[in-house]
């Protein structure tokens, strides 16, 4: 992993650019632990006031500094987006190499079951889940049982490049060598297995940030919970565009599209790297 963020930060100008919007939304999540306010707490300053010099993002129409509650939304945003790519991660490479590498019934049973996750249709299961849960779903329950979903594309990726890894001759002579299953798996595919993951991980990330803005803006999700939906929601709620208060939706819109473009560069930098052709095309025009 070591060298392929030092070949992308090297090479890429896209992994550059996605890597420095980044920093800028992680940098204002951190913010949050300097928060003067509760990010419950409403009614703690001026409702309605524009961005200024003492709100620099201007106040919401429930009492609330926008740039504070920005710093705690984002953060919780991204906690929810590394959360599902972590876990769904687990499933993915789990699925993935053992079905690549023992195949058989084995391989078929699971890609059995791997298919019928990748057949479900997910918005309709979520949004059933919070009717019949209603306000006992919180942020993470929401976070886990996505997670449960969203592995399935990555796990056939990965057990195609594993059936690959399987018939070549350092396989072979690993095996032949007295390793068992587990340490070929971890120690001999696993290192080729990672660039794949890191670059799933990022998709992962803007597909479930993606959904949770979505769940969270139409009342679907613990909106008690700050996040950029929970902040659309409640903006929509008190009809900010109508009443002139443009800055309650523009600051988490602007905040939300800079992770998903820094997200979206990473991954297209990482997928350029794992191709043979828009690597060696990019080292030789970078030399």
Not at 9 to 32: C, D, H, N, Q
């Amino acid at each position: 992993m070591a060298v392929l963020l030092r070949d992308l930060l090297r090479y890429s100008p896209e992994f550059r650019i996605g890597a420095v919007l980044l920093a800028f939304v992680l940098l204002l999540s951190m913010l949050a632990c300097f928060s003067p306010y509760p990010p419950e707490s409403v009614y703690v300053v001026p409702p309605d006031m524009p961005p200024s010099l003492t709100y620099w993002f201007g106040t919401t129409s429930r009492g609330q500094d926008v740039f504070w509650q920005l710093s705690f939304a984002i953060r919780n945003t991204l906690l929810f987006g590394c959360t599902v790519a972590l876990i769904s991660r687990l499933f993915a490479l789990t699925i993935g190499l053992i079905s690549g590498y023992k195949g058989g019934w084995i391989g078929r049973a699971l890609m059995s079951v791997n298919d019928t996750f990748i057949v479900i249709p997910l918005l309709p299961i979520l949004v059933l889940f919070y009717f019949v849960m209603r306000d006992r779903i919180s942020w993470l329950m929401l976070a886990l049982i996505m997670a449960c979903f969203g592995w399935a594309y990555d796990a056939r990726l990965i057990r195609s490049v594993v059936m690959s890894l399987k018939v070549r001759e350092f396989t072979q002579t690993s095996l032949f060598s007295g390793m068992g299953t587990w340490q070929i798996l971890t120690q001999e595919h696993l290192p080729y297995v990672m660039p794949i993951v890191f670059s799933t991980t990022m998709n992962n990330m803007v597909w479930s940030i993606g959904l949770e803005v979505t769940l969270a803006v139409l009342g679907f999700t613990d909106i008690n919970t700050p996040t950029i939906g929970g902040m659309i929601y409640w903006a929509n709620q008190h009809t900010a565009m109508v009443a002139g208060v443009w800055w309650w939706i523009a600051f988490p819109t602007i905040a939300v599209i800079m992770a998903f473009i820094g997200l979206f560069l990473l991954a297209v930098s990482a997928n350029a790297y794992i191709d043979p052709r828009s690597r060696l095309w990019s080292v030789g025009e970078a030399s």
